[in-house]
Nanobody
Framework: QVRLVESGGGLVQAGGSLRLSCAVS????????VAWFRQASGKEREFVAA????????VYNDSVRGRFTIARDNDKKTVSLQMNNLNLDDTGAYYC???????????????????WGQGTQVTVSS
C-alpha cells in the first residue's frame, strides 16, 4: 500500500518559517519524482515545488522561488519543504505527491502524479 504522510503544518505569522515533511512508503522512492502542491480555500490546487529522483531538476513556482526549498532524503524516503518569509498568500493545505518514472506530463502538472498525501494545513497570519 502506498502512503504519503505530511507533517509540519501550523499557524505562523507573516515573515516566519515552517518546515513541512512527507514520509513516503510503498514505492521504490529513489526512482520517483516528488512534489509539493497547495490549495487555498476556494481556489484550485497549484504547483509549489518538485524534485526529480536524480535531483537533476528542481522546479519552483515563481511565487515561492527564493523563499522555499525542496529537498529529498532517499535513505529516509522523505521529502521536505522549507518555507521562509511566509506571507498571507502561502496559506492553504499543502500536499506532497509522487510521480512515477516515465510519467507523461510535466513536473508542474498535478495529473503527472499518481499518489497524494492527505495534506497539512499552513496558515499565515498578519
Amino acid at each position: 500500500q502506498v502512503r504519503l504522510v505530511e507533517s509540519g503544518g501550523g499557524l505562523v505569522q507573516a515573515g516566519g518559517s515552517l518546515r513541512l515533511s512527507c514520509a513516503v512508503s510503498g514505492i521504490t522512492f529513489n526512482i520517483w519524482s516528488v512534489a509539493w502542491f497547495r490549495q487555498a480555500s476556494g481556489k484550485e490546487r497549484e504547483f509549489v515545488a518538485a524534485i526529480t529522483y536524480t535531483e537533476d531538476a528542481i522546479v519552483y513556482n515563481d511565487s515561492v522561488r527564493g523563499r522555499f526549498t525542496i529537498a529529498r532524503d532517499n535513505d529516509k524516503k522523505t521529502v521536505s519543504l522549507q518555507m521562509n518569509n511566509l506571507n498571507l498568500d502561502d496559506t492553504g493545505a499543502y500536499y506532497c505527491a509522487a510521480r512515477p518514472p516515465g510519467a507523461r506530463y510535466r513536473l508542474t502538472l498535478s495529473n503527472s502524479y499518481d499518489y497524494w498525501g492527505q495534506g497539512t494545513q499552513v496558515t499565515v497570519s498578519s
